[in-house]
């Protein structure tokens, strides 16, 4: 499974990156929208894992954005904003699942599994 991972703290970017190839995931990383909306142009993923807060804009509008062009990738916010108010924003606009900074690896590991997973009942390797 490929991942678009859309995060501008390069650190961050890559444990991510890393943590989710010890798991059998292929990614690529962004750390502005300007750069997912190129990578998103390029290629298919499978899932994108989304940062809110970005330099050049935010991921909710990216994602409003993705939607409207009928882009139904399945997208797991990951985002140090959590309120309530936050969350709901996220789902109203289409994401798929809404994990909040700090996060275990693991967690982003089981939900991006949850969301990968074919709807046959089949669980995703």
Partial sequence: MHILI???NTLVASGIQTGLELHGF???TAAS???ARAHMARRGFDACVLDLGLPD???I???RHWRAQGRDVPVLILTARGTIEDKMAGFQTGTDDYLTKPFDLQE???RL???LRPRAG???I
């Fill in 6 to 8: 859309l995060e501008d």
């Fill in 26 to 28: 292929t990614s690529d």
């Fill in 33 to 35: 929208v300007a750069q």
């Fill in 57 to 59: 804009g935010d991921g």
């Fill in 61 to 63: 509008d990216l994602l």
């Fill in 108 to 110: 982003l590991v089981m």
């Fill in 113 to 115: 599994r949850a969301l």
């Fill in 122 to 124: 089949v669980p995703a």
